[in-house]
């Protein structure tokens, strides 16, 4: 990773946010409405931000914590999971990947589009090399406040 400061870009994300969606059913797992809110904040210097979950997956309680980079994402699972992903801004884009480990080597990407200064969509996709990428998550974010 190369030092130095987040994308400017990144201050879009600044604030709170609502979030609702969908998790799509796949082999290990049932389709499950998503539901948290999310907050994002500079650390001191602006060259970390944190951000943080708080919700639920269905029934199951879905909290996590987050530090970002400018070239990394580093993310604590409320079930003990840490994990490393990439991410980088397109223009009205926020891209985001990584191999999540914890049920074989799956490939993730999402991709969250901005719409407007108070919204932004996103699906999270998965992929296998016997699959392709599939569609994982779909969830919009509104800011609040």
Known sequence: ??????????????GNWNVEGEQFALDER???????????AWLDGKFFMIHKVDGHIGAAEFTCTEILANEEIHSFYNHGRHQVWTHWFEEDRWMIQGIWR?????????????????RRESIWE?????????LSWRIVATRVG
Do not use: Y
């Not at 990773?1 to 600044?14: E, N, S």
């Not at 049932?30 to 994002?40: A, D, G, L, M, R």
């Open 1 to 14: 990773m190369q030092p130095g400061p987040l994308d400017p870009h990144a201050a879009d994300l600044i």
């Open 30 to 40: 049932p389709e499950e409405k998503i539901q948290w809110t999310e907050s994002f």
């Open 126 to 134: 998965r992929s296998t090399v016997k699959d392709g990428w599939v």
């Open 102 to 118: 914890e049920h074989g080597n799956i490939h993730v990407r999402c991709t969250s589009r901005f719409v407007g200064p108070d």
